[in-house]
């Protein structure tokens, strides 16, 4: 397996990992004590922790993709047809 796919592979995982983090822990302005600022959408999250997001799908990515890896080099997964 090349780089190329190698780096494919993890940014695909990247994304649907965060995609899949986003509403993790998300509370609207209208739930939170602070209350709702003026001129923003009631049901817009008051604080999305993006950075910490960020950091553990970066973290579970690696780790998928490691695993991804290792399942493709040692021929337990393969993508190739059978001679």
Known sequence: MNIATIVLVYVVIWWMVFFA???IGVRSQHESEEGVVEGTEPGAPSNPNLLKKALYT?????VLTTGYYF???S???SFRAPR
């Open 21 to 23: 983090a986003l509403p």
């Open 58 to 62: 970066t973290l579970i990515a690696a």
């Open 71 to 73: 399942l493709v080099d």
């Open 75 to 77: 021929g337990v997964i």
